[in-house]
Each structure stands twice: as structure tokens, then as C-alpha cells.
């Protein structure tokens, strides 16, 4: 992957780090940031673009290590960091911190991103048509509108009913902490949607990284924005608008299941590694399996080998785990930001929902026969049909940040296992200290 940032642009995003987490930015008037909002030229709404998608990669092993501690996905176990295995499982008397970087590291990450979007949106307001026609402009618009929501909606997975602000241009007036997570959805989709209707008859001139290869186009973006669309739906339970959602998005019933859009990462100078990847069989920095990934698996289901079996079990602060995790095979692997195979998935929950058992049938039965298990011959019953779906997403989303989020969604947390008599397993994120002392 190329570098990310110029010499320009690591100052502009420098000056975004260092804002405050509420959404201000410090010396707006300095000569970086009112040269690119007031009269940009092409190379600095590129530097934009590509700033917004790097940022996205800051602190996400942050959020898929803790989002899958706490849904018990894995362990984390590191001599460095001992709140790994003590926070977010509540080990003794433990609780989550309102103010330490498990939460306000990703929190403040996706804000960042949003607050960058927010800036590309001035600089589109003010630029001259030599150097962006109306539809060019138009797919800066689109873009910057999706990432923003998409970003709103990973921050809301973590503090859920604690709240979250709906994201504000620079300057305006910060809004309340909303609590209601419907209400926050509903403004993800009008961002969703508003980013849509511009991409809509857009040109696509800015560069981004091959982790949205296939989808660098206005037709792509479309189809990448749908299928977070789709998501959101299916979180609200809105199952004929996920439907509809996944009709415009890359959803393929025969598709390949890891066609999608990711992040990408490299060990080339200047840009980002995939930090979620550590070699296996380590010591000192572990993340290895809960154990009842590979107690609850059915026999021959090959997402097992999203694991490894180490050679020595690893072990920390009384628990203990002998199968590394693997998903990422290299400090250059992609993340995965949605993916054919999640969208199936949500296609035959909403279909399980509209009582179209046997369509919701054929898709479970497209993921099941792709990882090497027999067709499903069940119960065609909407409670056996659920378990079926959690199943199958809880194996072919390992680590993709869903599990948690998905026992919550349907009132199961309390079958999530405590592996210590006094471990919790916590159904929000706190609210960060910064935020709740507004």
C-alpha cells in the first residue's frame, strides 16, 4: 500500500490528532488548514480523502480486542497491559474505566475521522470548478457523508444506551449525548443516505487504498455504503429495509464470501501495520481463542482454522487458552470492514424474520456447505432458525467486532460464559469521562 500522506497533509493530520475529543479543532486559522478549506486545490481534497480512510485504521485493534474480550471471543494476554484480562471481564472487582484507552483510544479515533470528513466538506463548499467539477465534488460529498456514519456506528456499538453526539460540522454547536440508540441509527442513515444521493451520479477522481479494490468508483461507493446501510437496518430490526439495502449493496447469494471493502495496511514506510496480527506460538504478546470457540464448533467445520493450536497453552491472571488467532496472517493482512459473507448472513436474518424460512434456508445452507458442514436440517422454526443464524455469524465473523454486539442485540449476553466466579460481562461501554463531564 502507497504512503498515505504527504508532507502537508501529516501536518493537517497532526493538527487533527491533537484536538480535543469533543470535535473542535485547534488553530483553524493557521495557514495548512485555511489554505485547504478556503481555496483547496486538487491535491489537497486528495490528501483529505486519503487522511479520512488511513484514520479509520487508528485504534481498530483498540475496538476488535475489546469488543471481542467482552463477547468473549478471545483473550488478550500481554505483560504490558494487565486491564486486558482484568477490565473488560470484570476480573474481581474490576469495571470499565470511563477514561483509559481501551475505550477513549477508538472513541476519539472515530471522531477524528468524522471531524476530517467534516473539514473535506468545507473544502468541497469552496472549491473552484477547474479543479473539481460539480459531479466530481459530488463524490467527495458521498464519501465524506458515508465514512461519517459509518464511523458514528462503531462508536454507538461500544457505549450503546450510554449514548453517543451526533457528529457536527467544525464550529457549530456541540449536541447533546444522545442515549436512545434508535434516534442515533436513524441520523447514521441520514448520513448513510444523504452520501448516497451524492454518489449518485458522481465521478470518482480521488485515489483510495486497494482495500476498497472493486469499489473505487461512484457505482462501488454506492454498493460499499449500501451495505453498511443494510447493517444498520438489521440492528433496528427494519428487515424489509435491510433487504431493500442489500439490493443496491454487493450482496451476492453466490458470490465470493470475502468480497468486500477493507482496510489495508503495510509495513512500508509512513503508513500503518496490521497490528491485530501477532505470530503465533508467541510469548509476552498474546491473542489467543476463548476456549469455547473450539468446545462449541461442530465437527468439521473448517473456521477453526481461524485458530491455531499452539504448542504450549498461554496463560494469565487465571485464565487460559491454547489455540492462537490467526484471521490475519501477516502485519501486512487486510481488516475486513464488510464482506459478502456478513451481508448473506444478514440477508437470511431478515428473511428468518419475515417468516421466509425457505429462503432463509437456501442462505445458511450457502454458508454452511462453503465451510465443509451438511446442508441444515433443523427445525424450520423461528427460535431454531435464529440459533442457526448466531451460529454461523459467531464463526464466520470471528473478530470482526459482531459477537458482542449480536448476543446484545438479542438478549443473550447472559448465556456468554464467565470463565472467573467474579467476572462480568459488561453490556456497554461507559461513557468517556470527557464526554459525560460536558
Not at 18 to 44: F, H, M
Not at 105 to 116: E, L
Not at 215 to 234: E, H, P, Q, S
Request: aromatic residues 10%; neutral net charge.
Amino acid at each position: 500500500m502507497k504512503k498515505y500522506l504527504s508532507i502537508t497533509a501529516i501536518a493537517f493530520l497532526l493538527l487533527v490528532m491533537n484536538a480535543c475529543q469533543k470535535g473542535e479543532i485547534n488553530s483553524l486559522n493557521t495557514p495548512v488548514v485555511s489554505g485547504i478549506t478556503t481555496d483547496p486545490s486538487r491535491s489537497d481534497l486528495f490528501n483529505l480523502v486519503t487522511g479520512a480512510e488511513s484514520g479509520m485504521r487508528n485504534s481498530l485493534s483498540a475496538y476488535l480486542d475489546g469488543t471481542g474480550i467482552i463477547g468473549r471471543e478471545i483473550y488478550r494476554f500481554s505483560g504490558a497491559e494487565p486491564r486486558y484480562t482484568t477490565d473488560l471481564l470484570g476480573g474481581g472487582s474490576k469495571q470499565l474505566d470511563n477514561n483509559t484507552f481501551y475505550l477513549t483510544n477508538p472513541w476519539s479515533g472515530r471522531y477524528q475521522v468524522a471531524r476530517q470528513c467534516f473539514i473535506l466538506l468545507d473544502a468541497i463548499s469552496n472549491t473552484r470548478t477547474e479543479v473539481a467539477s460539480d459531479v466530481q465534488k459530488k463524490a467527495f460529498t458521498g464519501f465524506a457523508k458515508t465514512l461519517i456514519g459509518y464511523q458514528l456506528l462503531l462508536n454507538l456499538n461500544m457505549t450503546n444506551t450510554n449514548g453517543v453526539r451526533i457528529p457536527v460540522p467544525t464550529g457549530a454547536t456541540l449536541g447533546p449525548v444522545i442515549t436512545n440508540p434508535s434516534v442515533v441509527m436513524d441520523s447514521i442513515l441520514k448520513f448513510l443516505d444523504e452520501g448516497k444521493a451524492d454518489l449518485t451520479g458522481s465521478e470518482v477522481i480521488f485515489p483510495l487504498s486497494d482495500g476498497f479494490l472493486g469499489f473505487k468508483d461512484a457505482a462501488g461507493l454506492i454498493r460499499f455504503n449500501r451495505a453498511i446501510a443494510a447493517r444498520v437496518y438489521t440492528y433496528q430490526q427494519k428487515w424489509s429495509n435491510a433487504l431493500t439495502a442489500l439490493n443496491e449493496s454487493f450482496f451476492d447469494l453466490n458470490g465470493a464470501l470475502n468480497r468486500g471493502v477493507y482496510h489495508a495496511f503495510s509495513t512500508n514506510g509512513g503508513d500503518l501495520a496490521n497490528t491485530m496480527y501477532l505470530p503465533p506460538n508467541g510469548n509476552g504478546e498474546i491473542r489467543v481463542a476463548h476456549p469455547s470457540f473450539a468446545t462449541n464448533i461442530l465437527p468439521g467445520d473448517d473456521r477453526i482454522s481461524k485458530t491455531s493450536l499452539r504448542t504450549s497453552s498461554a496463560s494469565q491472571s487465571g485464565l487460559t487458552g491454547n489455540r492462537d488467532v490467526i484471521v490475519w496472517t501477516s502485519l501486512n493482512a487486510p481488516i475486513s470492514i464488510i464482506r459478502n459473507e456478513e451481508l448473506i448472513l444478514i440477508y437470511a436474518e431478515a428473511k428468518i424474520q419475515t417468516n421466509a424460512f425457505p429462503d432463509a434456508i437456501v442462505a445458511l445452507n450457502r454458508i454452511r456447505t462453503a465451510h465443509n458442514l451438511a446442508p441444515y436440517a433443523g427445525g424450520a422454526a423461528l427460535n431454531a432458525l435464529i440459533t442457526e443464524l448466531l451460529y454461523n455469524r459467531r464463526y464466520s465473523l470471528f473478530m470482526e467486532g459482531h459477537r458482542w454486539i449480536d448476543v446484545r442485540r438479542y438478549n443473550l449476553l447472559g448465556t456468554l460464559p464467565k470463565d472467573r466466579p467474579d467476572d462480568d460481562v459488561w453490556p456497554r461501554y461507559p461513557l468517556p469521562q470527557s464526554e459525560s463531564n460536558t
